[in-house]
């Protein structure tokens, strides 16, 4: 398609680009055919002064001597123009889809073995070995040695030192102060008034009107069917149970009083179990046959009328009050502060520091060496030899034999299904736009010089003459 268009796009140009070079070369090629009497005066550099005057309003400019005269002539021309036209091709277009595959592949499969080795392995076996080693023994030893010891002793030195001392002296000096003065200004502001100006307006109103409607509903009407069911039932039977109860009875013991030793009947609770015959009401289950009525639902249609709602629009002509506004100018005055200088003479202290030197005393303290000898303890090591024994742990090699799992893999080919895409070009045929090049034809008025002399054609209008025209 965008060759189609550049293809086009080039003719036309082509074309253009030779009636333009046909068109300029018209004059050179019809100027040979005028005569001798008429070539001074009628020839292409008069024709081709005027150019195309009748645009410009000049016209072309000939001769008097010809005595010719201008025609106007119906010139169809054609014009190149670009247009669409619907053209069926063929592409093609690529379907893909899945297909289903059968492949061969190698697995390796882990197979365990079980084998015997010999394992070498090592324990540690402490034993007692000499070891002899070197240790270094202090040994102090008094010596005398001339220690020098530097004491500080206190003077008094004079020294000098420069002291600024603060001189006060009052001077003039002119101040400027700023005082506001505050004075009224008019300033011009714009307000917005607001207009009120009834406007007629037309208002819709809905009124709600209430009309009756038929309508089709269903209703589930009730239908009782008498059906035979069995039905299960418990029964009351009695049973005679014996169960053990505690009883309480009061019974008489014989006591005797640990502190006077004599002997008394005391009363005391026993529980006994003792047993009891009751009757118990056991349930059993039982069958029957009854009669039941059961109710089903049955829809019916049924017809009635309901009060519907609608609302209907009424127009009506109503008079509002619309508020605009209008801007108006207003003056009024308010008030400016101005800061205004006011200059004014005060005295004031000025103080500037002189330098004075001053002389005084202060304490130096200077170090001054003193020696002296003492006696000091000095600390030199010696070395000594020992021997003690130490646990040294060796290594022993022990082999056993042992049986291990060796796993090794063995290759197992294997089939399996995959699903790989395949891409297939399909022809197609489309509908595209073409673009395509029409001359058009298009009729135009010139006017062409006619020449009336002998020499430079026939008295008839035609086209060709002195210079030819367009």
């Keep these: 398609m965008y060759r189609r268009i550049c293809i086009s796009v080039l003719a036309t140009a082509l074309f253009a680009l030779a009636v333009g070079s046909v068109e300029g070369s018209w004059c050179k090629k019809k100027a040979p055919a005028c005569p001798p009497p008429c070539a001074s005066d009628c020839g292409c550099g008069a024709a081709v002064a005027g150019g195309y005057g009748a645009q410009g309003g000049a016209g072309w400019s000939g001769s008097a001597d010809c005595g010719g005269s201008w025609v106007e002539q119906q010139v169809t021309s054609y014009r190149a123009e670009m247009r669409q036209r619907p053209v069926q091709r063929t592409v ?12 061969t592949y190698t697995e390796m499969v882990a197979v365990t073995i079980p084998q015997k080795r010999m394992v070498t392995e090592y324990v540690q076996v402490a034993k007692q070995v000499p070891n002899t080693f070197t240790v270094n023994v202090p040994v102090t030893v008094p010596q005398k040695q001339v220690v020098t010891e530097y004491v500080q002793v206190s003077k008094q030195v004079p020294y000098t030192y420069t002291v600024n001392v603060p001189v006060t002296v009052p001077q003039k000096q002119v101040v400027t102060e700023y005082v506001q003065v505050a004075k009224q200004v008019p300033y011009t502001f714009t ?10 307006q037309m208002v819709t109103e809905y009124t709600t009107v209430a009309k009756q409607v038929p309508y089709t509903y269903t209703v589930n009407v009730p239908v009782t069917v008498p059906q035979v069911r069995t039905e299960t039932f418990m029964t009351c039977v009695p049973e005679v149970v014996t169960t053990q109860v505690p009883v309480c009875r009061k019974i008489s013991v014989c006591e005797v ?17 003792q047993c009891v015959q009751r009757t118990v009401m056991r349930s059993i289950p039982q069958t029957r046959q009854v009669t039941v009525n059961v109710t089903s639902y049955q829809p019916q249609t049924q017809s009635g009328v309901r009060t519907v709602y609608e609302c209907v629009p009424h127009t009506r ?8 506004y209008q801007a108006q100018t207003r003056t009024e005055m308010r008030t400016v502060t101005e800061c205004v200088p006011q200059t004014r003479e005060v005295v004031i202290n000025v103080t500037t520091c002189q330098a004075q030197t ?56 294997r089939t399996g299904v995959r699903k790989r895409l395949v891409s297939e070009m399909v022809p197609e045929v489309v509908t595209t736009m073409e673009c395509y090049s029409e001359m058009v034809p298009v009729t135009s008025t010139v006017r ?3 020449a009336a002399a002998p020499g430079c054609g026939a008295a008839a209008p035609q086209v060709s003459g002195c210079c030819g025209g367009h």
């Design 257 to 273: 009083d640990p502190c006077t030793g004599c002997t008394h009947h005391v009363c005391k609770t026993v529980t006994e179990m």
């Design 448 to 450: 062409v010089w006619v």
């Design 358 to 413: 001053q002389t005084s005393m202060r304490t130096v303290v200077e170090c001054v060496p003193q020696t002296r000898e003492v006696v000091v303890n000095v600390t030199s090591y010696q070395p000594q030899t020992r021997t003690e024994m130490r646990t040294v742990m060796e290594c022993v090699p022990q082999t056993r034999e042992v049986v291990e799992n060796v796993v090794t893999s063995q290759p197992q080919t």
């Design 317 to 324: 002509e109503v008079i509002v009050n619309t508020v605009s």
């Design 191 to 200: 307000v917005n008034v607001p207009v009120t100006v009834p406007t007629k």
């Design 92 to 103: 093609s277009r690529a379907v893909t889809r899945e297909v289903a595959e059968s492949f």
